[in-house]
């Protein structure tokens, strides 16, 4: 049963514009969100996290936004790099257990 | 700080044989979690551990265990290895300060495959 998804596997987008990946989930006692970038064969690099109780995080070109009533997190990257080309994973939190998307898969173009 | 460790980072197996793979939290974490990475299911959670204790378990069948020292460092153990085993298996460390939800880092893993 899958409680968070990503419904769009892929995402192409030109370098300099928005990035904007979208995730849901079902289970409302997610407690904190977070967003992951990952390479092949590579460990998941945390990127950034929204805690349940807050509607928007912003850390330098990259900012969530998390909707408690839809029940949708969304990650924006402004602007979009050659280098931010990589898989890019939203997890959920809850009872000490990340529970994953599976996955969006980001190519920037020069 | 250093990162979290994972060894081996490769390893091949046949079926019916067991494996241990092992885990080097960051420091001062005391917070390790596991989870199973495959092409099919994606990044599933094993279990977490927390001062040498399991507190939460993922789906997954009984051949799957593992444990935690007092030092913090984490093993998991895979037993009677079956071919669907093959995946790449993460580890994770958290601060988890005071049981609040934190950011958990991911090692490289450990790519095994059971032939």
């Known amino acids: 049963d899958q409680q968070v998804k990503q419904n769009s596997p892929s995402l192409s987008v030109q370098e300099g514009r928005i990035s904007i990946l979208n995730c849901d989930y079902t289970?409302?006692?997610?407690?904190?969100f977070l967003w992951y970038k990952k390479y092949p064969a590579e460990g998941p690099t945390f990127l950034i996290s929204i805690s349940s109780i807050k509607d928007k995080n912003e850390d330098g070109r990259f900012t969530v936004f998390l909707n408690k009533s839809a029940k949708h997190l969304s990650l924006h990257i402004v602007p979009s790099q050659p280098g931010d080309s990589a898989v890019y994973f939203c997890?959920?939190?809850?009872?000490?257990?990340?529970?994953f998307g599976k996955g969006t898969s980001l190519l920037v173009t020069p | 700080k250093a990162g979290v460790t994972q060894t081996p980072r490769y390893l091949i197996k046949t079926r019916g044989q067991q494996v241990t793979l092992s885990c080097s939290p960051i420091?001062?974490?005391?917070?390790v979690s596991w989870y199973q990475q495959t092409p099919g299911q994606g990044l599933q959670f094993l279990f977490e551990?927390?001062?040498?204790?399991?507190?939460n378990k993922g789906n997954f069948p009984g051949r799957f265990s593992g444990r935690q020292f007092s030092n913090s460092r984490s093993e998991m153990n895979v037993s009677t290895l079956e071919l669907g085993d093959s995946a790449l298996y993460l580890c994770?460390?958290?601060?988890?300060?005071?049981?609040?939800?934190?950011?958990?880092?991911f090692g490289p893993g450990t790519r095994l495959t059971v032939l």
């Open positions: 997890a959920a939190h809850w009872r000490s257990a990340l529970n």
């Open positions: 551990y927390f001062s040498e204790t399991q507190r």
């Open positions: 994770a460390s958290s601060s988890d300060l005071s049981g609040r939800a934190g950011t958990q880092y």
């Open positions: 420091s001062g974490h005391r917070s």
């Open positions: 289970n409302s006692m997610f407690d904190y």
